[in-house]
């Protein structure tokens, strides 16, 4: 096995990892499936009532909906304004469903494809702000994670930090191989040094 297939996780883990840690819409679905419920439970209550006792009064306006119904055509700007209306509000669901989330567990490349390991993003930033603080002549580490980056903020007492910025992307990059995420993030240092 080449250095290269030993660092490159395998794609069933890689396609494992992505389907078990992939962010879900879970406010949008709850808000969909209420109305959805909702809707459905007042026309069971409807039916079930006519069905009981068709002179009681209903819970819907039926015969003031059934007149609309009738009176209203496909061309009317009510009945056109409320199907814009209607596939606007579908459409806006169907792309808050399909719009990534912000993970909250980061998946990590394990060589078993049957495991599926992942770290979340305040374990993440603080392994890279230790392995950053680790380098000579850093005291402070900040971490920030970007979509497809990570950004890594040092401070340093040193007048001349010459070469740490490198030496603290090297460390957060070697940690970052360790854990092993499947979608390595590129990696920006900048240093604050002390002032004259």
Sequence with gaps: MTASER??????????GRRVFRPRRAVPAVLAAAALAAAAFLIAVEVITSLLSPRSGSVLPVPYLAGLGRATRWADPL??????LLAVLGLLLILLALWPGRPRVIALAFDDPDVVVGITAAGLRRQ?????????????????????GVRVQAASPLRDPRGLPEQVERAVTGRLRELAPLRPPHVRVTVRNRED
């Design 128 to 148: 890279l702000a230790q392995a950053a603080r680790n380098v000579d002549g850093v005291t402070r580490a900040r971490v920030r994670l970007r979509r497809g």
């Design 79 to 84: 009945a056109l304004a409320v199907a814009c």
């Design 7 to 16: 660092e490159r996780p395998p794609a069933v883990s890689r396609r494992g």
